[in-house]
């Protein structure tokens, strides 16, 4: 064990060596040209401030996107104290959580200024995200937050609902407007802000949130059509194109869909949590459990490049057939969940 040790230790010195001499030589060559001419010669002035501002382009972008690029995709992930409300929604409280967590951290609408407007998965996944908690709110507004479809639209849902419909690419200019606009993030905000308000309402008696069967069949059957359509996005795909690793489109539907699903995973465990008494009178809770394994394996995939390969290639996967597969999964057992409820 000790000789493993100092084995490691000495790997260890050997590439810490390496790297500061990789960087000692980097620094050289940048000093030869923002310095220095090829002849050993001063360079233009020009030429050195041109040299310099490229130099700190790079690490400017570089670094800013490798430190600001993040997927956040915790399967397991729970809702802080201030989204959780006693006698409450607990899929409303998640649905805020999650959005709120983008929300902060939102990236689709970054100017060139910033070094998210160099990532393209980030911004795709998020993107997915909020059209699962989208949907989520318009169909709380629409079904959920009434009784029997009878009375008016929840003000805090209807609110909700629009806020979180806003286009996630617009900042404070760059839409062809010429007066600053709500930027996307702050939309949001108030989104969630909504939300919350609602499911205090909701602990206190004020709002509705009605746990009746039908209620639960019509949510499923919503998001069960949304699966579907992202589905047929999937297949145009990987018909249009068979490029493998070179497919510079392939990743950006990906990571929305898989936004997506990573979403309603998520809300859809804690509906079925909302709704336990009645998924259990109807003696479905493994296929509620079968339906979100199915969700949480699609989410949960993260190629490190994303392919579209032929669907029977030797050595260039389709990573969109592979997600594709656990979508429509998910989305059949899905459809045997309506038919359960409905009986």
């Given at each position: 064990?000790?000789?493993?040790?100092?084995?490691?230790?000495?790997?260890?010195?050997?590439?810490?060596?390496?790297?500061?001499?990789?960087?000692?030589?980097?620094?050289?060559?940048?000093?030869?040209?923002?310095?220095?001419?090829?002849?050993?010669?001063?360079?233009?002035?020009?030429?050195?401030?041109?040299?310099?501002?490229?130099?700190?382009?790079?690490?400017?972008?570089?670094?800013g996107m490798a430190w600001y690029n993040t997927i956040a995709d915790?399967?397991w992930f729970e809702p802080s104290e201030e989204f959780v409300v006693?006698?409450?929604?607990?899929?409303?409280?998640?649905?805020?959580?999650?959005?709120?967590?983008?929300?902060?951290?939102?990236?689709?609408?970054?100017?060139?200024?910033?070094?998210?407007?160099?990532?393209?998965?980030?911004?795709?996944?998020?993107?997915?995200?909020?059209?699962?908690?989208?949907?989520?709110?318009?169909?709380?507004?629409?079904?959920?937050?009434?009784?029997?479809?009878?009375?008016?639209?929840?003000?805090?849902?209807?609110?909700?609902?629009?806020?979180?419909?806003?286009?996630?690419?617009?900042?404070?200019?760059?839409?062809?407007?010429?007066?600053?606009?709500?930027?996307?993030?702050?939309?949001?905000?108030?989104?969630?802000?909504?939300?919350?308000?609602?499911?205090?309402?909701?602990?206190?008696?004020?709002?509705?949130?009605?746990?009746?069967?039908?209620?639960?069949?019509?949510?499923?059957?919503?998001?069960?059509?949304?699966?579907?359509?992202?589905?047929?996005?999937?297949?145009?795909?990987?018909?249009?194109?068979?490029?493998?690793?070179?497919?510079?489109?392939?990743?950006?539907?990906?990571?929305?869909?898989?936004?997506?699903?990573?979403?309603?995973?998520?809300?859809?465990?804690?509906?079925?949590?909302?709704?336990?008494?009645?998924?259990?009178?109807?003696?479905?809770?493994?296929?509620?459990?079968?339906?979100?394994?199915?969700?949480?394996?699609?989410?949960?995939?993260?190629?490190?490049?994303?392919?579209?390969?032929?669907?029977?290639?030797?050595?260039?996967?389709?990573?969109?057939?592979?997600?594709?597969?656990?979508?429509?999964?998910?989305?059949?057992?899905?459809?045997?969940?309506?038919?359960?409820?409905?009986?």
């Amino acid at each position: 064990m000790e000789a493993l040790k100092i084995k490691a230790f000495v790997l260890l010195n050997q590439l810490v060596t390496a790297i500061k001499g990789l960087l000692g030589r980097l620094f050289e060559v940048i000093k030869s040209v923002v310095v220095l001419g090829a002849a050993g010669t001063p360079s233009p002035l020009p030429l050195r401030i041109g040299a310099a501002f490229l130099a700190l382009f790079i690490i400017y972008y570089g670094v800013g996107m490798a430190w600001y690029n993040t997927i956040a995709d915790d399967l397991w992930f729970e809702p802080s104290e201030e989204f959780v409300v006693t006698g409450g929604s607990k899929a409303v409280g998640t649905a805020a959580a999650l959005v709120d967590l983008e929300a902060n951290r939102w990236s689709p609408n970054k100017p060139w200024l910033h070094p998210a407007y160099g990532l393209d998965n980030m911004p795709n996944y998020q993107l997915g995200i909020l059209y699962a908690a989208s949907r989520f709110a318009i169909e709380l507004g629409d079904v959920l937050g009434r009784t029997r479809g009878s009375s008016a639209i929840d003000p805090d849902l209807d609110r909700a609902a629009g806020l979180l419909k806003y286009n996630g690419t617009i900042w404070y200019w760059g839409s062809g407007n010429f007066v600053p606009t709500a930027t996307a993030d702050s939309q949001y905000r108030e989104g969630v802000a909504a939300l919350v308000s609602y499911n205090q309402r909701l602990a206190d008696g004020d709002a509705t949130y009605e746990r009746r069967a039908d209620n639960l069949i019509d949510l499923l059957n919503r998001i069960a059509s949304d699966l579907g359509s992202a589905s047929a996005a999937l297949d145009e795909r990987t018909l249009l194109s068979n490029a493998g690793y070179f497919d510079t489109r392939a990743d950006d539907l990906f990571y929305n869909i898989k936004g997506r699903l990573y979403g309603y995973s998520l809300i859809l465990r804690d509906v079925g949590d909302d709704f336990g008494s009645v998924i259990g009178e109807k003696q479905a809770n493994g296929l509620w459990d079968q339906m979100l394994t199915s969700l949480r394996t699609a989410a949960a995939m993260d190629p490190l490049i994303v392919s579209n390969g032929k669907q029977d290639g030797l050595f260039v996967p389709s990573h969109l057939s592979a997600q594709g597969f656990y979508l429509l999964r998910a989305r059949t057992q899905l459809k045997e969940l309506t038919d359960t409820l409905t009986k």
